[in-house]
């Protein structure tokens, strides 16, 4: 068991991990709650392994970036949705547990609708979660136990769509939350087009490609 002042006494540089081994699960929580919710650093959890990770600038300029675009997306297909950042998704049975890069409840959506907790126990996992692995701390076994149907992955300037399949993530061409549209090359292409010019000038032409689409 991992004593309290030793979580607390934890430093992760930027872009660093930490394993910690034989974690229960009543310590997982503990920790969690020692760790607070305000904080950059991410975790994972499974099956006694914990992981606390710290993002690299780099990889939450490109978060926020994509977030942005495939909320745009959204909005602009009429498509209720929720998103929910980082928030800790956790299930006791499945022993797993993992904070996303960003996440979006939207077929599910309705589901969750007004609740303050999600539990996944009992509710819906979420639609889509993205990862940017410029740490590559991807843990696409816990998405599988947790039953998120598609996982995008975005590294080096590629991004690849992942969805559920008989117990594992096959990367396929279109989204099925989006079917039709080439994310694959065109959400990159976009979040290249960040680094040279201002986000409302990015973010009006997606909106209008989305549109001529």
């Known amino acids: 068991m991992v004593a309290l002042v030793q979580v607390q006494q934890i430093k992760v540089p930027p872009g660093q991990r930490v394993l910690l081994n034989e974690i229960s699960w009543a310590d ?7 760790l607070g919710n305000h904080r950059a650093a ?10 606390i990770m710290a993002p690299l600038p780099e990889h939450e300029l490109a978060k926020e970036n994509i977030s942005d675009l495939i909320k745009a997306l959204l909005e602009e297909l009429n498509l209720e949705f929720l998103s929910l950042g980082s928030t800790t998704f956790k299930n006791e049975q499945m022993d797993q547990g993992i904070e996303p890069d960003q996440c979006f409840y939207i077929r599910n959506e309705i589901a969750i609708r007004g609740k303050d907790r999600i539990d996944l126990a009992i509710d819906p996992p979420s639609n889509l979660a993205l990862e940017i692995d410029v740490t590559s701390r991807t843990h696409p076994d816990i998405y599988v136990a947790l ?7 975005f590294e080096k300037g590629k991004l690849q769509i992942n969805v559920l399949q008989n117990g594992e993530y096959l990367e396929v061409a279109e989204s099925p939350n989006f079917p039709g549209l080439p994310l694959s090359s065109t959400i990159p292409e976009f979040a290249l087009r960040f680094r040279s010019l201002g986000r409302n000038q990015v973010m009006k032409a997606f909106r209008e490609w989305v549109r001529n689409q």
């Open 147 to 153: 039953q998120v149907p598609e996982l995008w992955r």
């Open 42 to 51: 991410r975790v994972a959890y499974q099956q006694g392994v914990l992981e």
């Open 28 to 34: 997982f929580e503990t920790i969690l709650v020692d």
